[in-house]
C-alpha cells in the first residue's frame, strides 16, 4: 500500500519495509558521513551477503543494537534476526516442533522394524489382544473347559487296569494303617509302585467310588495342559502357548488319560511339573531347578515307562539356560542327571528286590507281542499324527531363524536350534520306538499322549507362524485344531467302548452266588472291585482265564488249560463268565467243555457293544451256573 502524502518517511520506513535495503535517493550530508560510514562497516556484509550458518538450536541468537536513525527512531531490525528463515530461504520450524518431529520419525522407524523375519520378541508378543492377561486367562479357561466337558462326555464301567489298581489300593492301603496282610505281591507284575497312585486312587475310591477316582485324573490332566501352556509361553509366547493348549487339549491321549484312573495321569502330571521347573528357572543362579527331580523321581515310580521321557526332562534343563549361561549351563544337565538317579536309586532300595523284578517284567524285559512295527505306527499316526505334523512345521520354523533372532528365550546358534528342535520332536516318538520293539500296541493310545506333551510346544509354534503374525491364513490354524478337536472325539469315545459295560454281567453273578462258592470269570478284576464289600464275593473265591492252579481230588496240581478242564469235569466253579475276547485260545476250550458238561446251563447271553481299534461289533457275556 502506498503511504499517503501527508505521512512522515520514518511512519513509512516502520509500516512498510521493502523485502531488501534500499538505497538512500539523497547522498548524505557532510556531517552525517561520518557515522554513516560507520554504519556501513558494521553492516558490511549486507552490502555484500555472505551465506549465514543454520542457528544453533541450544542457543538463543545474540541481539544486535540497532542504529538510531535522524530523529530519535530506531532502525528496522534485520529480516534475518525477525523471520525464522534460513539461507535458502526456507522457513525453519520452532524448535519445539523440531524435536517433536524427530522422536515421531523415530517412533515411525520402531513401527517399521516390528515386522522382522526373524521373528523378534516384539513380533511374537505383539500389543493389544493376545498380550492382555485378562485375555490370556479367558481363553486358557476355555481350553481347560473343553478338555473337561470332552473328557466327561465318555463313560463305562469300570475297565480292567482300573479296577486292578483301585483295588489293590485298598488292599495296600490296608496294610499300612491296620497291618493286614494283601495276599498278593503287587510289586512283582505292577507297572508302578503299587504303594503309591493306587493308595491315593483308593482313598479318592472311598469318598466318591469310580467316579471320583476318574475326576482326580481329570484334574491332572488339566493341570498338565496349564503346565504345557506356562512352558510354551516361556519359550515361544503367549499366542504359541494357546495354540499348543489347544491342540494338546482335545488329543486322543489326553482326554482318554483325563477320563482312567490309572498310573498315567499322575506320573504325566509330575513330568509336566518337572519340565516347567527347569524352564522356569533356566535362567536363575540359585540351582532352584534340582528340585525338578523330585516329581521327576516320583514320576518314575509312579509309572516304570515315565523314565524314558526323563533324559527329555534334563536335556531342557540345558536349552532353558543356554542363552544366559552360555558353555557353564552344562553343569545342569549333570547336575539334574545325578540328583534324578540318587532319587531313583533310594526308592528301589526302599521297595526292595520285588521291585526291581516288578520293573524288569512290565518295563525293561517285557514279553513282546506279535503286532508288526507297521501295524503299532499306524495307530500312533491316527492317534498322534495330527498334532506331530504340525510340531515338525515348527522345528522347521525354529531352525530357519537366524543366528541374530531376538528371542532371548531360545538359543542364537544354529546347532542349538537344531538339537531343541529334535529334542522336542523327538519326544512323540519315544513310545511308539519303545513299542515297535516290543512288537505290541497295548496301552500305546496312552503312552502317545506323554510324548506329545514335549512336541506340542513345537506344535503351537508351527501354528503360529504358519497363520502368520497379521493372521492372514487363520483359516489354516482354523483348520488345523478342528482337524485335532474332530479325531480326539471320535477316537477317545471310541477308547471307552472298547471293553464292553459288566453291569449286567455283575448283577448276574450276585444272582447266582452262595457263601464259599467258586467264581471262574475272564477279568475277574472287574469283578472284585464291583463286588468289594460283598461277604460271598471275596478275591480268593475269583480266578480268572490267564493263570489257574488247581488241585485234583487226588492230590495232582494242575495249570494252564488241562487246569480248567479238570475243575470243570469236577464242578469246582459255581459260576463261570467269559467273553472270547480276554484270553481266546483258553476261553475256546473251556466254552467245549462246558458244552459238553451236562451239569452246567447257559444262563445268560449278554450283548454288549464294542469299539476296538476301528472295528465295531457287539461281544457278549455268556453265564454258565453249575445246577
Request: proline share 7%; charged share 15%; aromatic share 10%.
Amino acid at each position: 500500500m502506498t503511504p499517503l502524502p501527508d505521512e512522515s518517511d520514518a511512519f513509512a520506513e516502520t509500516q512498510v519495509m521493502p523485502k531488501f535495503p534500499v538505497p538512500p535517493q539523497t547522498p548524505p550530508t557532510a556531517s552525517e558521513a561520518a557515522p554513516r560510514r560507520r554504519s556501513t562497516a558494521e553492516a558490511e556484509p549486507e552490502a555484500e551477503p555472505e551465506p549465514e550458518a543454520r542457528p544453533d538450536p541450544e542457543s538463543k541468537p545474540e541481539s544486535k543494537p540497532a542504529a538510531k536513525k535522524p530523529g530519535g527512531f530506531m532502525d528496522a531490525p534485520e529480516w534475518r534476526e525477525s523471520v525464522p528463515f534460513d539461507e535458502t530461504g526456507v522457513l525453519l520450524r520452532p524448535e519445539v516442533l523440531r524435536h517433536q518431529a524427530m522422536r515421531a520419525e523415530t517412533e515411525l522407524m520402531g513401527i517399521i522394524k516390528l515386522e522382522p523375519d526373524d521373528e523378534s520378541e516384539a513380533a511374537r508378543e505383539p500389543s493389544g489382544l493376545w498380550t492382555a492377561a485378562w485375555t490370556r486367562r479367558a481363553l486358557l479357561a476355555a481350553i481347560l473347559l473343553l478338555q473337561a466337558i470332552l473328557t466327561l462326555r465318555n463313560n463305562n464301567t469300570a475297565f480292567e487296569d482300573e479296577a486292578l489298581y483301585l483295588y489293590s489300593g485298598h488292599l495296600e492301603l490296608g496294610h499300612l494303617m491296620y497291618g493286614t496282610s494283601t495276599g498278593v505281591d503287587f510289586w512283582t507284575y505292577f507297572s508302578g509302585a503299587p504303594t503309591l497312585y493306587p493308595v491315593v486312587g483308593a482313598v479318592v475310591d472311598q469318598i466318591g467310588g469310580l467316579f471320583a477316582a476318574r475326576l482326580l485324573s481329570l484334574a491332572l490332566m488339566l493341570g498338565v495342559t496349564g503346565l504345557l501352556y506356562l512352558i510354551t509361553r516361556r519359550l515361544f509366547g503367549s499366542r504359541a502357548a494357546v495354540c499348543a493348549a489347544a491342540l494338546y487339549c482335545c488329543g486322543e491321549g489326553t482326554v482318554f488319560v483325563g477320563g482312567l484312573a490309572t498310573y498315567d495321569a499322575p506320573a504325566l502330571f509330575l513330568l509336566a511339573l518337572a519340565a516347567w521347573i527347569v524352564v522356569r528357572f533356566g535362567e536363575t543362579t540359585v540351582p532352584i531347578y534340582l528340585v525338578a527331580a523330585f516329581p521327576a523321581a516320583l514320576a518314575v515310580g509312579t509309572k516304570y515307562a515315565a523314565l524314558m521321557f526323563v533324559p527329555v526332562i534334563i536335556a531342557l534343563a540345558l536349552f532353558a539356560s543356554l542363552p544366559r549361561f552360555g558353555g557353564w549351563a552344562w553343569i545342569r544337565p549333570v547336575a539334574l542327571s545325578i540328583a534324578v538317579s540318587l532319587l531313583v536309586y533310594t526308592e528301589m532300595k526302599i521297595a526292595g528286590p520285588t521291585a526291581l523284578a516288578g520293573v524288569q517284567s512290565t518295563t525293561t524285559n517285557r514279553a513282546q507281542g506279535a503286532d508288526s512295527a507297521s501295524y503299532v505306527l499306524q495307530y500312533a499316526a491316527e492317534w498322534g499324527g495330527c498334532v506331530f505334523a504340525i510340531a515338525l512345521l515348527g522345528a522347521f520354523f525354529l531352525i530357519r531363524l537366524p543366528d541374530t533372532h531376538r528371542i532371548t528365550s531360545l538359543p542364537k546358534p544354529l546347532w542349538q536350534r537344531i538339537c531343541l528342535a529334535v529334542l522336542l520332536a523327538g519326544a512323540a516318538l519315544l513310545a511308539p520306538a519303545y513299542q515297535v520293539h516290543l512288537h505290541t500296541a497295548v496301552s500305546l493310545q496312552k503312552h502317545v499322549a506323554f510324548g506329545l506333551f514335549f512336541a506340542a510346544p513345537l506344535a503351537g509354534y508351527g501354528l503360529v507362524r504358519l497363520v502368520g503374525r497379521n493372521y492372514h491364513l487363520l483359516q489354516l490354524g482354523i483348520a488345523a485344531v478342528t482337524l485335532t478337536l474332530a479325531l480326539g472325539m471320535g477316537q477317545s469315545i471310541a477308547m471307552f467302548h472298547v471293553w464292553p459295560n459288566s453291569s449286567e454281567m455283575l448283577a448276574q453273578l450276585v444272582k447266582y452266588q452262595q457263601p464259599n462258592a467258586h467264581y471262574l470269570v475272564s477279568a475277574d478284576e472287574v469283578a472284585i472291585y464291583g463286588l468289594r464289600g460283598d461277604t460271598d464275593a471275596e478275591p480268593a473265591q475269583f480266578s480268572n482265564t490267564f493263570y489257574f492252579l488247581y488241585t485234583t481230588a487226588k492230590g495232582q496240581q494242575l495249570t494252564g488249560i488241562q487246569a480248567y478242564s479238570a475243575a470243570i469235569a469236577d464242578g469246582y466253579f459255581r459260576t463261570i463268565v467269559y467273553t472270547g475276547e480276554d484270553d481266546p485260545t483258553v476261553e475256546q476250550v473251556i466254552a467245549e467243555d462246558l458244552y459238553r458238561n451236562h451239569d452246567y446251563r447257559l444262563v445268560a447271553k449278554i450283548p454288549e457293544q464294542i469299539d476296538y481299534q476301528q472295528t465295531t461289533g457287539t461281544t457278549y457275556y455268556y453265564v454258565w451256573v453249575h445246577t
